[in-house]
């Protein structure tokens, strides 16, 4: 896959997922799930996903990223909660995503290129929040418990990219396995992770973004 293609597919991927909405004022204001649409079993499930990602400190392990034209990139990501991540996608691909907590950077180490936007304007926040409640703070259309597999979209209509966000969880291994983000045009981008690790400690410098020549501040502004 082209180094220019996976900047693009992971400058999308980063408005659509990475990072967390963290403003309650916000999320208090924005559509909710309806509790009376779902069957006793499926809100298990999706207590179960809230809980699990509530249990996340830290998380590392090897992601592996499927486009929409079916391009395959992979890599190694870091998540430390609130708010923190960072993505190094592996050669030839010369792109890392990192968030300090405050901005998420989308960077082009070639190029020496930084892109960066606010992490409160990001919409994953049931991914990077401390404090996960999926049936109070996001807006779940559909929910599936499987023995296996737990697949549950939620909609994102805030942002710069709106669309659907679906996870898929693990129930028996208790974990995340993978999301896909559907956007506008029905297109799909999927991360799927793998070789995970939680609650180990990770060096503060691999959030810390050095940035380089700065062409987005915020999605709008070029210096």
Do not use: C
Request: aromatic share 6%; proline share 5%.
């Amino acid at each position: 896959m082209k180094t220019g293609t996976v900047m693009a597919f992971a400058r999308k991927l980063m408005i659509a997922t990475f990072a967390a909405a963290l403003s309650l004022s916000s999320a208090a204001h924005a559509a909710k799930t309806d509790a009376s649409q779902f069957s006793i079993e499926q809100i298990a499930a999706i207590d179960q996903v809230s809980a699990y990602l509530n249990t996340i400190t830290t998380l590392t392990g090897d992601f592996v990223q499927t486009a929409p034209d079916g391009g395959v990139t992979q890599g190694r990501f870091f998540i430390e909660k609130p708010g923190r991540l960072r993505f190094e996608y592996a050669p030839p691909a010369q792109l890392q995503i990192v968030s300090d907590g405050l901005w998420v950077a989308v960077q082009d180490k070639k190029l020496k290129t930084t892109e960066k936007y606010p992490l409160v304007t990001t919409p994953l926040r049931m991914i990077l929040s401390d404090n996960v409640d999926l049936m109070r703070d996001a807006k779940i259309l559909a929910v599936f418990p499987e023995t296996d597999l737990v697949t549950l979209s939620i909609e994102e209509t805030t942002g710069e990219a709106p669309g659907t966000l679906t996870l898929m969880f693990d129930p028996s291994e208790n974990r995340l396995t993978r999301w896909t983000v559907t956007d506008v045009q029905g297109l799909d981008t999927t991360v799927s992770l793998e070789n995970t690790v939680a609650g180990e400690p990770i060096d503060p410098s691999k959030f810390r973004i050095i940035e380089h020549r700065i062409l987005d501040v915020g999605g709008t502004n070029t210096r």
